[in-house]
């Protein structure tokens, strides 16, 4: 079985920095990409960025410069560094998973608040 645990969010003000962390636990599994989400209160789960099995990332527009997908070795731990942060970027960030035969997991979140 597959878990996916985040880790650092918490709060911080605007224009400062986080990196949250997702760790991966589980075996028999090969990994085709993993992204980060995030939910705002009362909004949409959408999109942050996505590393895939090859390094290769992409991001949303609205974190792109600001926010970078890392990742230690090919599974362990996958990092989101958070520069620049605003107000709206307050939210709870979740890690989500991809195997390579299509299975997909996701984690419980960690909550990232960016006071002004």
């Known amino acids: 079985q597959v878990q996916l645990v985040e880790s650092g969010g918490g709060l911080v003000q605007a224009g400062g920095s986080l990196r949250l962390s997702c760790a991966v636990s589980?075996?028999?599994?090969?990994?085709?990409?993993m992204d980060w989400y995030r939910q705002a209160p009362g909004k949409q789960r959408e999109f942050v960025g996505r590393?895939?099995?090859?390094?290769?990332?992409n991001y949303a527009d609205f974190v792109k410069g600001r926010f970078t997908i890392s990742r230690d070795n090919a599974k362990n731990p996958v990092y989101l560094q958070m520069n620049s942060l605003k107000p709206e970027d307050t939210a709870l960030y979740l890690c989500?998973?991809?195997?390579?035969?299509?299975?997909?997991?996701w984690g419980k979140g960690t909550l990232v608040t960016v006071s002004s």
């Open positions: 989500y998973l991809v195997t390579m035969n299509g299975r997909n997991y």
């Open positions: 589980g075996s028999g599994f090969s990994i085709n990409f």
């Open positions: 590393i895939s099995s090859g390094g290769s990332t």
